[in-house]
């Protein structure tokens, strides 16, 4: 079963500007990590962040973690159109090690 | 970078045959594998966990006798969609992962099944 929602559903926009991208999920976590997908493809993962941090920072990527309100956001700056694709969030939680992934934002960046 | 091999991208086979899906992770040792099933623009939906030389997890809801998984090494499982019907025409997705939770998954590139 999935574990969360992700939104927006769709997001489009312009090159150069930031995307962001929001993740709930409703269980406690051990950790969580999102991932892209480009269409047809495999999934590939860009971060991780753990259940006692509240950001963390790769490149061009940002992500927070609130486990109080069990949310995460994705925030990609200086978007390029190589950044079309579906992000998915997922989480591993404390009693299994398996991850459940949330339903995914398309991301559009337009050139 | 870890790479997961996952064969064949592409199959296309008449209702009543089976299909085998295999999944290789090819550098390093992958001591869980994860099955995955994708819709359209959906999301990932967990099929089943397996751990190497043991006994596949199962999600709720997913026949182990039609979807049959095998971890037989640490860089090998398979997925095997028996007696398949046009329902099961589907992306299916293998990903492996080396150590506990806090390691990434690393994914295969899907393979699309399609009966007629």
């Known amino acids: 079963s999935q574990q969360g929602e992700e939104d927006p559903q769709a997001l489009s926009i312009q090159e150069g500007e930031n995307a962001t991208m929001n993740c709930s999920y409703k269980?406690?976590?051990?950790?969580l990590q999102w991932y892209r997908q480009n269409s047809g493809r495999g999934l590939v993962h860009l971060i991780l962040?753990?259940?006692?941090?509240r950001e963390k920072h790769s490149g061009r990527l940002r992500v927070t973690l609130d486990t109080s309100k069990k949310s995460s956001s994705l925030l990609i700056t200086a978007s390029r159109a190589a950044d079309t694709a579906s992000y998915f969030c997922?989480?591993?939680?404390?009693?299994?090690?398996?991850?459940?992934f949330g339903a995914g934002t398309r991301l559009t960046v337009k050139p | 970078g870890a790479v997961v091999s996952q064969h064949p991208s592409r199959v296309i086979c008449k209702s009543g045959t089976s299909v085998k899906i295999e999944c290789r992770s090819l550098?390093?040792?992958?001591?869980?594998m994860f099955w995955y099933r994708q819709f359209p623009k959906q999301s990932l939906m967990l099929m089943a966990t397996?751990?190497?030389?043991?006994?596949?997890t199962y999600e709720q809801g997913v026949e182990k006798d039609k979807f049959l998984i095998n971890h037989a090494s640490l860089t090998l499982s398979t997925l095997t969609v028996t007696s398949a019907h046009p329902e099961d025409s589907s992306f299916y997705i293998c990903?492996?992962?080396w150590g506990t939770g806090y390691s990434p998954l690393h994914f295969g590139n899907g393979t699309r099944l399609t009966v007629t």
């Open positions: 269980t406690s976590i051990n950790n």
């Open positions: 997922a989480t591993v939680s404390y009693n299994n090690n398996d991850m459940r």
């Open positions: 550098d390093f040792q992958a001591t869980t």
């Open positions: 990903s492996a992962r």
């Open positions: 397996s751990n190497e030389g043991s006994k596949a």
């Open positions: 962040i753990r259940s006692n941090e």
